[in-house]
């Protein structure tokens, strides 16, 4: 799999946040760098592109590729790709959706509505059940969850349905029944349809909706707005009908009981909970499954997905959807829509004219990675200094992990490293790593001398350069810079009475600007030049105790 979640490693601080929120556990490889710094990279062969680290992610480590630039360059040369548009768009932009629309129109590209091919999703579960050619079934619109079943959960992938997704229905009824032969690129809020497409091959670009629009903004495009209460358009194809709410929570869910009310469906969403969810499934007799297990990877939706880039809010998003439902119920009656009952006339048209065999499917099952034995972890927990069973447990979770048990797997895989568990650092730090405790007292004890003297050699320093400072006005301004620098070694040293490897790293950097300020004192002052001398002999005395001071930081650290 190409790579689709990327990271800025100059801003990642190794906070495992996005470790923490990631559904799966090989996903991400946290390294210790050679500065002492933590870096967590993504795996593209093991990563499920949910997107949900771009969203925890507060420091703009994480982002996404897509194929906007790509696309827009086809669309500038006159390519004329086909827009398929996901009815998301109408939640994210419910005063812009339309300009945008218009303004791929106005470059002679075709459009086509997504909510069309959700129509015939709903169609083709619905045949496939009354034929009894599905069983029990796990929806899979969400391209996230498909690629985490196929990766993490394979034994799921009989469960997972084999009808293909809105937007590839779409794609197919594009291909196979309009005979459009143009290169496809898909219009969502979706960073994991990329992953889709990939596998199936029938789409050519995935345009998300936040790479759209900084491509808008970069190329000062202005969108035209519409009003926020007409949600009809006229694609090149029908408008979808209630196919147009599948962006929403429980959205097929909603569509399948519309035509059988009996049906027996669950429902999940939501990174902290469908996964989890998905587990329990996977735990579960095939007698205790609901007909339908609809599950969405983002807690609102498509609606709100990972590349939305919308300011919309849930409630805002709900607002949305639901006149949008409404404008569709009201299409189907106004049109014909409904007759023997609860039939759909569009329904009549699809037994017609579609053949159920083109929107079917098939998955490519990953070998999942052993899980180690509790021998195998044995030296991961006494690595980690976890030698009781209470120590296992800890469970803390800084490590990003939800156990003790799946960080010393992690660790095991190659995943993420001893240093990275705090419990673990913690007890390096008070023990010593294991060192005599009378031995450490003394080294302690040193590092404590060394810093008084050191605090001693700048205050005598100081004091002689308020001299310098007095006695040579050419060199005042020098010597006052310097004079602070070195008043910061003062109060440096009082603050760090027990100094580690990072307060020395901090002092040496003073310490080295220190004497670049005074190569700069004016050479023809001789009294300043002289007493310059005698400063730069005690700072280089200074610079000798670090060295020292290093070395028995050092030696701590080896016992």
């Not at 006339?345 to 180690?372: A, G, V």
Request: proline share 4%.
């Amino acid at each position: 799999m190409n790579e689709i979640i990327i990271v800025k490693p100059e801003k990642c601080v190794g906070c495992n946040a996005c470790v923490r929120s990631c559904p799966a556990p090989e996903a991400n490889i946290t390294r210790k760098l050679d500065d002492g710094r933590f870096i967590t990279s993504v795996d593209p062969d093991h990563c499920i592109a949910c997107g949900e680290c771009i969203k925890t992610c507060t420091h703009g480590a994480r982002d996404y590729i897509d194929d906007t630039e790509d696309a827009m360059t086809a669309v500038l040369r006159d390519e004329k790709p086909i827009i398929v548009v996901m009815p998301e768009i109408k939640a994210a932009y419910p005063t812009k959706w339309k300009g945008i629309l218009d303004w791929f129109r106005s470059k002679g590209c075709v459009l086509y509505d997504v909510s069309f091919g959700a129509d015939i999703c709903t169609w083709a579960h619905l045949r496939a059940l009354e034929n009894n050619r599905i069983g029990n079934v796990i929806t899979q619109p969400c391209s996230a969850i498909v690629r985490y079943i196929e990766l993490y959960q394979p034994k799921l992938l009989t469960n997972l349905s084999p009808i293909h997704s809105p937007v590839s229905c779409s794609v197919k009824y594009i291909k196979e029944y309009q005979r459009r032969d143009n290169p496809i690129a898909v219009l969502s809020a979706c960073i994991a349809k990329k992953t889709e497409f990939a596998e199936t091959g029938l789409v050519d670009f995935s345009i998300t909706f936040k790479k759209l629009m900084e491509y808008f903004d970069r190329n000062d495009i202005r969108i035209a707005t519409n009003p926020v209460d007409d949600y009809e358009y006229k694609f090149d194809d029908v408008q979808g009908a209630l196919g147009s709410i599948y962006s929403r929570p429980c959205g097929m869910r909603d569509n399948l009981l519309t035509h059988s009310p009996d049906m027996a469906i669950a429902h999940s969403e939501g990174v902290q909970k469908v996964y989890r969810d998905l587990e329990s499934y996977a735990k579960m007799p095939e007698q205790k499954h609901p007909q339908i297990f609809d599950v969405m990877s983002c807690e609102f939706g498509c609606n709100i997905g990972p590349a939305s880039d919308s300011e919309q809010t849930q409630f805002d998003v709900m607002l949305v959807m639901r006149e949008v439902e409404r404008e569709a119920e009201a299409r189907r009656k106004t049109s014909g829509g409904m007759f023997r009952g609860s039939e759909d006339k569009l329904f009549r048209r699809f037994d017609e004219e579609l053949n159920f065999n083109d929107f079917i499917r098939s998955y490519k099952p990953s070998k999942p990675t052993l899980i180690p034995s509790d021998a195998q972890l044995e030296p991961i927990f006494k690595q980690l200094g976890k030698d009781t069973e209470t120590k296992r447990c800890l469970d803390c979770n800084a490590c990003g992990y939800r156990t003790c048990r799946d960080m010393a797997t992690a660790i095991f895989r190659g995943l993420n490293s001893p240093d990275n568990c705090i419990v673990h650092a913690k007890e390096l730090l008070e023990q010593g790593a294991g060192g005599n405790p009378a031995k450490l007292k003394g080294i302690a004890e040193n590092c404590r001398q060394i810093s008084e003297q050191l605090g001693e050699k700048a205050a005598a320093i100081s004091e002689g350069l308020e001299t310098i400072d007095a006695s040579a006005a050419a060199t005042g301004e020098r010597a006052g810079m310097v004079n602070d620098l070195l008043r910061n070694v003062v109060a440096f040293c009082n603050g760090n009475p027990s100094m580690d490897e990072e307060s020395v790293t901090q002092l040496v950097g003073i310490l080295e600007t220190t004497i670049s300020a005074l190569g700069a004192f004016d050479e023809n002052v001789t009294e300043t030049n002289k007493s310059s001398e005698q400063i730069g002999k005690a700072i280089g005395d200074m610079k000798d105790m670090l060295g020292s001071l290093n070395n028995t930081l050092a030696e701590m650290k080896a016992k």
